[in-house]
């Protein structure tokens, strides 16, 4: 049996961990650069809050129901992700835990006895609740995309499951299916719901499991539409993965506060989002051979469309792959060169490093000196004391210091979990 845990709304759950009076009321959560709501509370939906939606257009809603907003804490959600995949891998070994998403992982369940798999389920949500102070659902059933689905119907009515499904019969596993529309099932898109709707009347996700696999084969992206009708069947066909740990990019990419018209401040936030990726990249212990970046342009007219614009890239391709910031950041800085047009305002940039090579495999130089091949070192030192002091205590004078064009976060709560000087009081 296959089960998977899905945080409820997490960013406003990490949220509600430090300000408990918030709970069973109206939260949302926006993006960067406060653009738009991106995680909204049950009681929040309840109100009309719409997801997605532009937060300016949300504003009214919110003053009228005294909405409490938050900006995207990605310090507190990243952390406390972690706390609840880690309570998972204590309970039930890491060979057992699939991390599918910040906020959502996949568990085997083989190791229980079927009678026993609704406490397990009720034991896992409770000790993550208790453990972490984040609420999940746990889904139950004989496959991944059944468990998908246990766990949609297990949010749909939190207060009659418990949040809390399990389906290991095959009669619960008909009705479940019988009343989910087919758009709402995990592996079916929009645009291969509307087909199966309209050319085929199939409307419900029972009626896609009575389909024959030729069928999914030839109308559902070939092997993988015959393996979702087998695991709608209960045959388990999509396997626990490994925990993926080398990448095989690694980009960093932010919005601006405000558009950008001056070359310095692009360049500024290009390498600092290449230490970034540095940083990120000799964490797996990797080196890149290129180095790319991107530049999004504002409208020409500087409407207040902010959404509208033009992507401009441009990529180098190293002599000798590397993981050394600076090494990176002076072609990076270079393609911005490239990219920059006079007068035009920029609202967003990004750098991507790819070609990434084990550094082992990086042969040193004879013509350098020692303290020029063990550069890894120094960048090393640099990392550590930047984790635990946090904040990019030392930088690269590249990336600026007064950093005007940061994104906005105006609404932001605090670091409770990873600053010092942020951490939660209580009086």
Same mark, same amino acid.
């Given at each position: 049996?296959?089960? =998977?845990?899905?945080?409820?709304?997490?960013?406003?759950?990490?949220?509600?961990?430090? *300000?408990?009076?918030?709970?069973?009321?109206?939260?949302?959560?926006?993006?960067?650069?406060?653009?738009?709501?991106?995680?909204?509370?049950?009681?929040?939906?309840?109100?009309?809050?719409?997801?997605?939606?532009?937060? !300016?257009?949300?504003?009214?809603?919110?003053? *009228?129901?005294?909405?409490?907003?938050?900006?995207?804490?990605?310090?507190?959600?990243?952390?406390?992700?972690?706390?609840?995949?880690?309570?998972?891998?204590?309970?039930?070994?890491?060979?057992?835990?699939?991390?599918?998403?910040?906020?959502?992982?996949?568990?085997?369940?083989?190791?229980?006895?079927?009678?026993?798999?609704?406490?397990?389920?009720?034991?896992?949500?409770?000790?993550?609740?208790?453990?972490?102070?984040?609420?999940? +659902?746990?889904?139950?059933?004989?496959?991944?995309? /059944?468990? @998908?689905?246990?766990?949609?119907?297990? *949010?749909?009515?939190?207060?009659?499951?418990?949040?809390?499904?399990?389906?290991?019969?095959?009669?619960?596993?008909?009705?479940?299916?019988?009343?989910?529309?087919?758009?709402? /099932?995990?592996?079916?898109?929009?645009?291969?719901?509307?087909?199966?709707?309209?050319?085929?009347?199939?409307?419900?996700?029972?009626? /896609?499991?009575?389909?024959?696999?030729?069928?999914?084969?030839?109308?559902?992206?070939?092997?993988?539409?015959?393996?979702?009708?087998?695991?709608? @069947?209960?045959?388990?066909?999509?396997?626990?993965?490994?925990?993926?740990?080398?990448? @095989?990019?690694?980009?960093?990419? &932010?919005?601006?506060?405000?558009?950008?018209?001056?070359?310095?401040? =692009?360049?500024?936030?290009?390498?600092?989002?290449?230490?970034?990726?540095?940083?990120?990249? &000799?964490?797996? !212990?990797?080196?890149?051979?290129?180095?790319?970046?991107?530049?999004?342009?504002?409208?020409?007219?500087?409407?207040? %469309?902010?959404?509208?614009?033009?992507?401009?890239?441009?990529?180098?391709?190293?002599?000798?792959?590397?993981?050394?910031? %600076?090494?990176? =950041?002076?072609?990076?800085?270079?393609?911005?060169?490239?990219?920059?047009?006079?007068?035009? !305002?920029? @609202?967003?940039?990004?750098?991507?490093?790819?070609?990434?090579?084990?550094?082992?495999?990086?042969?040193?130089?004879? !013509?350098?000196?020692?303290?020029?091949?063990?550069?890894?070192?120094?960048?090393?030192?640099?990392?550590?004391?930047?984790?635990?002091? &946090?904040?990019?205590?030392?930088?690269?004078?590249? +990336?600026?210091?007064?950093?005007?064009?940061?994104?906005?976060?105006?609404?932001?709560?605090?670091?409770?979990?990873?600053?010092?000087?942020?951490?939660?009081?209580?009086?």
């Amino acid at each position: 049996m296959k089960a =998977i845990v899905d945080c409820n709304n997490f960013y406003c759950s990490c949220e509600r961990v430090f *300000k408990p009076h918030l709970d069973r009321k109206p939260v949302v959560v926006l993006s960067n650069n406060d653009g738009c709501i991106i995680s909204r509370s049950d009681e929040a939906k309840k109100l009309g809050v719409e997801m997605a939606g532009p937060y !300016f257009k949300a504003k009214p809603l919110i003053a *009228k129901y005294d909405v409490t907003v938050f900006s995207s804490n990605y310090n507190l959600y990243g952390d406390l992700s972690w706390r609840v995949m880690e309570t998972l891998r204590m309970m039930l070994g890491k060979k057992n835990v699939e991390v599918y998403s910040v906020d959502e992982a996949f568990l085997d369940l083989s190791i229980f006895p079927s009678e026993d798999l609704q406490a397990v389920a009720k034991e896992i949500r409770e000790t993550v609740e208790q453990w972490t102070g984040i609420k999940v +659902s746990v889904g139950v059933a004989p496959t991944k995309v /059944l468990a @998908k689905l246990a766990n949609r119907l297990s *949010k749909k009515d939190k207060r009659k499951t418990g949040c809390v499904v399990v389906l290991d019969t095959e009669e619960k596993i008909i009705e479940a299916l019988n009343k989910t529309p087919v758009e709402d /099932l995990w592996g079916v898109g929009y645009q291969y719901a509307q087909k199966l709707k309209n050319y085929w009347r199939i409307d419900t996700s029972l009626q /896609l499991r009575n389909m024959s696999e030729e069928f999914a084969s030839s109308h559902l992206g070939g092997v993988v539409g015959a393996r979702l009708i087998r695991e709608l @069947k209960g045959i388990p066909s999509i396997k626990m993965e490994d925990e993926l740990v080398n990448k @095989k990019m690694i980009a960093t990419t &932010r919005m601006f506060g405000d558009p950008v018209n001056d070359i310095a401040d =692009i360049k500024e936030a290009v390498a600092t989002y290449t230490s970034r990726a540095a940083e990120k990249l &000799r964490r797996q !212990f990797g080196a890149a051979r290129v180095v790319s970046v991107f530049v999004v342009s504002k409208e020409e007219n500087h409407s207040v %469309n902010f959404n509208r614009g033009a992507t401009h890239s441009n990529y180098i391709r190293l002599p000798v792959a590397t993981s050394i910031t %600076n090494e990176l =950041i002076k072609p990076a800085v270079a393609l911005v060169d490239t990219l920059y047009k006079e007068g035009t !305002f920029y @609202k967003k940039a990004g750098v991507m490093l790819s070609g990434i090579v084990p550094d082992s495999s990086i042969q040193g130089n004879l !013509f350098l000196s020692a303290s020029k091949n063990s550069e890894r070192k120094l960048m090393d030192m640099i990392d550590n004391i930047n984790f635990s002091q &946090r904040d990019d205590v030392l930088k690269f004078a590249a +990336s600026g210091t007064t950093r005007d064009w940061k994104m906005r976060q105006e609404l932001r709560s605090g670091r409770y979990t990873t600053r010092w000087n942020e951490l939660f009081e209580i009086s």
